[in-house]
């Protein structure tokens, strides 16, 4: 019988029942793939972070993803709240090569890489049709399409065919517009290919989304919300082709996993 110590901890908020929840394994040597994803479908969280030394892996219920931001940063919480790491600063190995996570009191910065997206309104009437919205430009990254809206009231407000959803050609649909005041930009994101039908708060839709709101403001500093029900605030920064993503982070429970 194998027992794995196990962390659920929400991300992207500083309250219960709001933010991201990830769970964290750590462990001291790989196990199967096949076993990681059974793991991470039977605890059915929109991530689970496995780490063996500073090598971190991410799994929704379905697939393994290259990049996550929540689950990164609820591993940095672990390892300094729960494991009283004397580090400020945390590096892991992972698909997306080094990445780096500071601390400052509750707060946690993640150091990812931007993700490029390019402006494609050739497919906007086949989105509009699909998603049944109106939109005002698309852009398309690698796995996701951003759509910008007018109103903030409809990303609120939007409710999404999962159905229709999976059934585009790329995994992910980001909506986004204007956020009010103190929010720079809001947004929700969409991927149940994934196994993840709304993701409550995204940092990877963030290294997409803050290059694209940046320039559109002309600011290097936004203050963001994803404005799914659970929401969750993220503090972004444009640095050298890299986002800084600021949050917090609280412990939800405990426990152990046998098998």
């Known amino acids: ?3 794995l110590p196990i962390y659920y901890v929400n991300a992207f908020s500083s309250l219960p029942f709001s933010g991201n929840p990830a769970a964290v394994i750590l462990l001291d040597e790989w196990l199967p793939d096949d076993t990681l994803i059974t793991l991470a479908s039977e605890i059915n969280l929109p991530e689970t972070a496995f780490l063996v030394g500073d090598h971190i892996r991410w799994f929704t219920p379905k697939i393994e993803v290259p990049l996550c931001g929540h689950a990164t ?15 400020k600063l945390f590096k892991f190995q992972s ?3 080094e990445l780096t996570i500071s601390c400052q009191g509750s707060l946690f910065t993640l150091n990812f890489p931007a993700i ?6 050739d497919i906007k009437s086949a989105l509009e ?3 049944v919205l109106q939109i005002d430009e698309v852009w398309q990254a690698r796995d996701r399409y951003v759509c910008f809206l007018s109103d903030p009231e409809t990303v609120i407000n939007y409710q999404p065919d999962f159905t229709q959803i999976a059934q585009l050609p790329l995994p992910g649909v980001i909506i986004t517009s204007k956020g009010n ?23 990877t839709s963030h290294c997409v989304l803050a290059p ?13 919300r994803q404005v799914s029900e659970r929401g969750g605030n993220i503090d972004c920064e444009l640095k050298d082709n890299r986002v800084l993503l600021t949050g917090d982070a609280a412990l939800f429970l405990t426990g152990e996993i046998t098998f």
């Open 1 to 3: 019988m194998t027992v």
């Open 73 to 87: 940063l609820a591993t940095a919480f672990v390892l300094k709240t729960i494991k009283q790491s004397p580090n």
């Open 95 to 97: 698909l997306s090569g």
């Open 116 to 121: 490029s997206a390019t402006l494609n309104n």
């Open 129 to 131: 049709e699909k998603l």
């Open 181 to 203: 005041a103190p929010f720079d930009f809001i947004s929700r994101f969409f991927a149940p290919v994934k196994g993840v039908n709304e993701d409550p708060v995204t940092g």
């Open 212 to 224: 694209i709101w940046g320039n559109k403001l002309n600011k290097t500093q936004l203050q963001a």
